[in-house]
């Protein structure tokens, strides 16, 4: 089935690229630029099904550009703005935009506002999007294979599994499994548990810690 086709106007290249890496990781096509310009000269030659749109450009007024879109293309519109006002989110409304999200984004939450603007309405599929962490029956499944972790290590684990994306604490995390008495104790129990899902414990993909606060399971 045909992909979602999005286009990102973003001057932010790093907050690009993140978001591309999301949606090109679960079976969306995105196509970011990084001025209005070029994304005019996108809509006008080709067929997108969302555009995700900065309002902060350098090049052009972002009501503008709203408005602009609105008189002669049909395509929903999801603003995504560091401006968390009411007045400049009424104000893009009223320029036609679809639904207006604040920066940071939670990219879970962008996907499934998507969801609404596109797949429901169009019909339009894409792969089903698998947990890389899941906990079934008093186990943890790694990329859908049980994991052999101590009761230890299942308890700090399934902590992070609850709030995946999320920070917690160590504090959270030592409440939580009575045989940790130690933040020493936690990181050699965080590190052990790295070895069985970090190709390089050294530079870790999922399981990161945020210093001075804790650790994360990141899935995105």
Excluded: Q
């Amino acid at each position: 089935m045909r992909k979602i086709k999005i286009l990102l106007i973003e001057d932010d290249e790093d907050a690009a690229n993140i978001i591309c890496e999301y949606f090109e990781n679960y079976g969306f096509k995105i196509t970011a630029v990084f001025s209005v310009s070029d994304g005019l000269s996108y809509l006008n030659n080709d067929a997108f099904d969302v555009l995700l749109l900065d309002l902060s450009l350098p090049d052009f007024d972002g009501y503008e550009v709203l408005k602009n879109i609105k008189d002669r293309i049909a395509v929903p519109v999801i603003v995504v703005s560091a401006y968390s006002d009411k007045h400049t989110k009424l104000t893009a409304f009223r320029y036609g935009a679809s639904d207006y999200m604040v920066k940071p984004l939670d990219l879970d939450e962008l996907e499934a506002r998507i969801w609404v603007h596109t797949g429901r309405s169009r019909g339009i599929d894409i792969e089903e999007k698998k947990k890389i962490f899941e906990i079934r029956e008093n186990s943890i499944l790694y990329k859908g294979k049980r994991l052999d972790l101590t009761s230890t290590e299942y308890g700090i684990l399934s902590m992070l599994v609850k709030n995946i994306n999320t920070t917690v604490s160590r504090e959270k995390l030592m409440a939580s499994v009575s045989a940790v008495s130690s933040h020493r104790s936690l990181d050699n129990h965080i590190k052990n548990i790295r070895k069985k899902i970090e190709d390089n414990g050294n530079r870790p993909k999922y399981l990161k810690t945020e210093y001075g606060v804790g650790y994360k399971l990141a899935e995105n």
